[in-house]
């Protein structure tokens, strides 16, 4: 195969559709946030992306029926935005191989008529997050305003280390191309898996581009993180703390 292919699945009546990105990364925020967008909304499967550095492994069903990794692209209509949604398990192995698929991100995205992109990931705490934050970055400081009035925070010089992978393409490569681009990050621990930061990061999301979603499989996903986030809580009063190892954000 070559080293990207696009497969047309099918195609999908939108307009001015907005990009949103959620890919695995720390806490899974942005995958769980793009799976929940998936889950409550119709949407329609319009693009497969397969790339040779995606690592070299096949996903199995529950029926025993292989296929090879790839990232997707759904369409949704929603009552305020239309939305192409591109969400995957897996990123590039490789920093050459982050830019080729951001780049073939961003063609089908100007292929749909997209102007305004989203990113949505997770930024480490190192820590149990009580309340949930999202802290923003954007491609040009005109877009702070409306994003600080749906309570996003700009921090300066945060995330530590900038932001890296798909989403922090996504603003940079973005932003040469004239796409308006912003990158929603919910605060996380960065150990543990994070319905509740990607429900904050979607609520963001929704003032933003003003639509509606439920939110009922989140909450039972949050629920089932209880128990484990219980027994972390045990172990950091009894003095044994989690595993100090080194946090960066992938988004």
Not at 75 to 89: N, P, R
Not at 110 to 121: D, I, K, S
Not at 207 to 215: D, H, I, Q, R, S
Not at 225 to 238: C, S, Y
């Amino acid at each position: 195969m070559e080293d990207i292919e696009i497969e047309c699945v099918a195609d999908a009546e939108i307009g001015d559709p907005v990009l949103v990105e959620g890919l695995p990364g720390v806490g899974h925020v942005g995958k769980l946030a793009a799976e929940h967008l998936l889950e409550e909304c119709d949407s329609q499967l319009v693009r497969r992306v397969y790339a040779t550095d995606f690592p070299p492994q096949v996903n199995v069903d529950e029926d025993g029926v292989a296929d090879l990794v790839c990232a997707e692209f759904h369409a949704i209509e929603t009552e305020g935005a239309d939305l192409l949604v591109l969400t995957g398990d897996h990123q590039a192995s490789s920093n050459e191989g982050h830019y080729r698929l951001t780049d073939a991100f961003l063609d089908i995205a100007e292929e749909f008529g997209c102007e305004r992109a989203f990113a949505l990931g997770g930024v480490p705490t190192g820590e149990l997050v009580e309340e949930y934050t999202v802290l923003g970055a954007v491609s040009d400081a005109e877009l702070r305003g409306e994003l600080e009035d749906a309570g996003v925070e700009f921090r300066p010089d945060e995330p530590a280390g900038g932001i890296v992978g798909v989403s922090g393409l996504l603003l940079g490569l973005g932003k040469r191309r004239g796409i308006e681009a912003t990158c929603l990050m919910g605060e996380t621990s960065g150990y543990l898996v994070d319905p509740k930061s990607a429900r904050a990061v979607l609520e963001v999301l929704e003032a933003a581009l003003e639509f509606e979603l439920g939110y009922e499989q989140l909450e039972d996903r949050a629920e089932e993180m209880e128990e484990v986030v219980g027994k972390i809580r045990e172990m950091q009063e009894g003095g044994s703390g989690i595993p100090d190892d080194e946090l960066r954000y992938i988004g």
